[in-house]
């Protein structure tokens, strides 16, 4: 079933996709609504909850995997991660 030769380093996996999400969150903003034009890193919390409960679920695309990302990394405790980002 599986190739030995191509087994997956799931831990370099891992790391690969938080170092390109932290890259990109340096960069991306918000295009719209209320907190257009701020980092998505710095987005509440609350707001972004309510794009699950009432907003339908994140928009399609990177921005939505980044905004699902934060929310996600929020709601767990762990946005010690975003401190070395910009905030402005």
């Given at each position: 079933?599986?190739?030995?030769?191509?087994?997956?380093?799931?831990?370099?996996?891992?790391?690969?996709e938080l170092a390109e999400n932290l890259a990109d969150l340096e960069q991306y903003r918000m295009p719209?609504?209320?907190?257009?034009?701020?980092?998505?890193?710095?987005?509440?919390?609350?707001?972004?909850?309510?794009?699950?409960?009432?907003?339908?679920?994140?928009?399609?695309?990177?921005?939505?995997?980044?905004?699902?990302?934060?929310?996600?990394?929020?709601?767990?405790?762990?946005?010690?991660?975003?401190?070395?980002?910009?905030?402005?």
């Amino acid at each position: 079933m599986s190739d030995r030769g191509e087994e997956i380093d799931f831990a370099q996996a891992m790391k690969r996709e938080l170092a390109e999400n932290l890259a990109d969150l340096e960069q991306y903003r918000m295009p719209f609504g209320r907190y257009q034009h701020r980092f998505i890193h710095t987005l509440p919390y609350e707001y972004l909850h309510w794009f699950l409960e009432k907003g339908g679920g994140f928009p399609s695309g990177r921005l939505g995997e980044l905004m699902e990302f934060v929310y996600h990394t929020k709601a767990s405790g762990s946005e010690i991660v975003f401190s070395k980002l910009r905030r402005h």
